[in-house]
């Protein structure tokens, strides 16, 4: 940094010796004049500053806005312009007459961010108390406050922050107010934010959406661990935007723990009994994997909720290695998925067909499962008990399905009540009948079931292709098995003659089986 001598446009060699009102009026002149001001793009290139603009929004309109987009709103000091400020809070600091510049500098840089937070707010209509009539208006209006918070807290402030250091940093007594002013730049603003969630929590009810609070939750909880960085310092106004962000944090927790139990009784108590189509994945299912979606994105948040849970913990295998949050989140998705599945069962009794029973068990359990094998961490929070009773279940039901649909084929082709030649069941003129017979036995047993389940679906491609070769395993072999035998017990020529279905168009049959889309 340069000289005292070198910035001060005065010809002394004393800077004890220059007067107050001139050296105020010089930071004056450097604090309104655009020429000491640069755009936020120049000031974030800058190799000295490391503010990073990582947070961004798109409106209505699908149009990206960037902190950039207000730039023209918040003046950004240039390098030139934090020398001449830093100069001259230098040299008023060692004559004890920092205040009243520091107060001056508070003022303006105040209203500077109060304008570039308002021009935000009006552009992406982001209200500072929040106001909706629908869930789905809440979710919107959730969002577009939380990239608000973002840009306030994670640039504006930090920006602020930056030039604030620079020209004041280390200069003045703890005591002084100079050391403590950059919180009363912020903290209108501050207030302001908070003052969203506050009158959210503040309604009587709240609309019991997961997919809606526990984002808030989550960025509520890192715009207040920022927060209290900015407001670390030991003055009134610090201690209560802290003390407010808390409270705030504490009644946003309460909720969610709320909403997590709701949740749980919902999915043990949702007895809609109509069958969905094709024995596919059902809502019920649908929002479970949501569900556990939403707490293992959010989870670092959630964690805190095992601290304020003080109800005693049902034993659950593979727990007793996990800190208390953690257990919290497990012993949640450990009923919620154990709900999900004692329901499923309750609902899979209205599907008319055995067979239909156990395809929708597969791929309702099997989805589950999915989810859970989605991610590693998701795995060991659920932990490998839940995840082995999961996949158990899905082989059982897959089991079950081949048995209710293909069992008796598969008897039938295998030969049984076939006699041998040698045991007199051939005589002229009833061997061609008998293969007839046989072939139309099964042409109609095959072609029943193709019918029967043509609107079935394995929406899973990988379960689907298991679920295909285990039919095609045991049937192929068994038609084969079973043309061999005509041929050989009837001793009837031409065999082929009477074939509907060839293996190839077996497996073709087979394979085009469960594609279909609801």
Known sequence: MNSTKDILPIHSDDKSQIPFSHLKHLFLDVLFNPKYTIGADQFLKSSNNSVSLSASITDSSTITLHYEDYEGHHAVFSEEGIKRLRCIAATLSSRNELADCAQMYTKHRKSV?????????????????????????????????????????????????????????????????????????????AAELLEFPHSLL?????????????????ELANLISHLMAYFDQDVCPAKAICNFATMIMLRLIQQIANILSVTEKHVLRELSTRPFPGGGIHPLTKYIIHHIDLIYVHRESLTELGSNDNRDPPEIPGSHEMDGGLVFLKRHLTRVIEFLLQNLKFKSNFYGQESLHCLFMMNNVNSVSEKIKSSKELEELIGTHLQMKLREKVELAKTDYFHRSWGEVCTFLKGEGLKSYFNCDFFPGRSTRAVKKKFKTF????????????????????????????????????????????????????????????????????????????
């Open 113 to 189: 961010v109060n304008l570039v937070c308002v021009r935000l707010r009006e552009k992406l209509k982001v209200e500072t108390v929040c106001v909706f009539t629908f869930s789905d208006e809440l979710k919107e209006k959730t969002q577009r406050w939380i990239q608000v918070a973002k840009i306030c807290v994670g640039t504006i402030f930090a920006i602020e922050k930056c030039f604030y250091e620079q020209i004041f940093g280390d200069l003045g007594s703890s005591e002084d107010s100079a050391a403590n002013s950059f919180v009363y730049i912020i903290e209108g603003t």
């Open 202 to 218: 503040a309604r009587g009810r709240l609309p019991q959406r997961p997919d809606i609070l526990l984002p808030l939750c989550h």
């Open 443 to 518: 042409n109609s047993m095959f072609e029943d079931i193709l019918q029967t389940q043509e609107g079935w679906i394995v929406p899973d491609l990988q379960l689907r292709m298991k679920l295909l070769e285990c039919i095609l395993a045991k049937l192929i072999p068994a038609y084969n098995h079973f043309l061999e035998r005509l041929s050989r017990v009837y001793k009837v020529k031409r065999v082929s003659e009477y074939i509907k279905y060839s293996v190839k168009d077996l497996e073709t049959k087979v394979l085009d089986m469960f594609q279909n889309k609801y």
